[in-house]
């Protein structure tokens, strides 16, 4: 899998650069997020601008890292423009998935959970107190 990525301390960006999410990219995708899982990165976008294709096992992987991020308290947020790969993405039913056009639109919407978070924790914090 050709990629490159950047960590930051709210989330990683991996910005691949493959035409296909299929053979073995969704497995050495796979891996790559289990070893951000263990770095403690919870919060994952992955810019999928040059992709034009996911096949099942693609999809299969997208649902499960999705699955870890949300147990995780974070997010996985895809990143692309081709309608056509967004609407076989929707139609592949990955509750809870996010999907924006832009990298820093992700950002945002990494930073935007980080709050929602912070608001739920504390209002928790409110009624154990109560």
Sequence with gaps: ??????KNEQYALIRLAESAFEGDVPAEFETLSRVLFREGYSNIIVDMTPLQSVDMAGVNT???INRQCTNEVGLLVLVTKNDTLIEFLDKASISDLTILPTVEEAIDAVFMNELENDFRSENDDEYDAG
């Design 1 to 6: 899998m050709n990629y490159t990525i950047e």
């Design 62 to 64: 997208i649902r499960k």
